[in-house]
T-cell receptor
Framework: EPEVTQTPSHQVTQMGQEVILRCVPI?????FYWYRQILGQKVEFLVS????????KSEIFDDQFSVERPDGSNFTLKIRSTKLEDSAMYFC??????????????FGEGSRLTVL | AQKITQTQPGMFVQEKEAVTLDCTYD???????LFWYKQPSSGEMIFLIYQGSYDQQNATEGRYSLNFQKARKSANLVISASQLGDSAMYFCAISLNDYKLSFGAGTTVTVRA
């Protein structure tokens, strides 16, 4: 069964360092997303990406964050200068083309980021 | 903006019994989708079931069924014949035409042997 894969599964970094979280969405999907879940809290939308550009972003997704699809398979989330409050589980998700009945959003297993 | 409310922070259920997890939503958009996800202690998000706002019948997937009451704006998840492996956090979510999901706060289910 096709799946969304994320690397690394866990990253520990020092405050102020740059972090890149990588995702490989399901190959025929067109819509890509990043979500964040701070420990013990609900899952929050960060950004959606379609047709090689951001289609929507939340207020959390400030100038420290960026996304990129550099090679047609990877979908990356970069945090330029990490803060303590960036510590969270980051989920990548992808979705099939518009018009698919199921509407299911496929999630990766998450990348846990710990900022010290 | 759409909103999802899950009023039960935690629930206990006896193995082999059924449990209902509440979810209400608020949106003025006539077209939307409702989702339930399971998050075990390992952290991954597992899709369980989907209900479209225009679907006439309640969605079912194995032991999971969704009690969709559109007029009340509720989309409760029913897990039948609970198993120990069902112990997890369960999230209700809504999506509109932009396809992004808005999640509720979640309900922790603990299945007792």
């Amino acid at each position: 069964e096709p799946e969304v894969t994320q690397t690394p599964s866990h990253q520990v970094t020092q405050m102020g360092q740059e972090v890149i979280l990588r995702c490989v969405p399901i190959s025929n999907h067109l819509y890509f997303y990043w979500y964040r879940q701070i420990l013990g809290q609900k899952v929050e939308f960060l950004v959606s990406f379609y047709n090689n550009e951001i289609s929507e972003k939340s207020e959390i997704f400030d100038d420290q964050f960026s996304v990129e699809r550099p090679d047609g398979s990877n979908f990356t989330l970069k945090i330029r200068s990490t803060k303590l409050e960036d510590s969270a589980m980051y989920f990548c998700a992808s979705r099939a083309r518009a018009g698919e009945e199921t509407g299911e959003l496929f999630f990766g297993e998450g990348s846990r980021l710990t900022v010290l | 903006a759409q909103k999802i409310t899950q009023t039960q922070p935690g629930m206990f259920v006896q193995e082999k019994e059924a449990v209902t997890l509440d979810c209400t939503y608020d949106t003025s958009d006539p077209s939307y989708g409702l989702f339930w996800y399971k998050q075990p202690s390992s952290g991954e998000m597992i899709f369980l079931i989907y209900q479209g706002s225009y679907d006439q019948q309640n969605a079912t997937e194995g032991r999971y069924s969704l009690n969709f009451q559109k007029a009340r704006k509720s989309a409760n998840l029913v897990i039948s014949a609970s198993q120990l492996g069902d112990s997890a956090m369960y999230f209700c979510a809504i999506s509109l035409n932009d396809y992004k999901l808005s999640f509720g706060a979640g309900t922790t289910v603990t299945v007792r042997a």
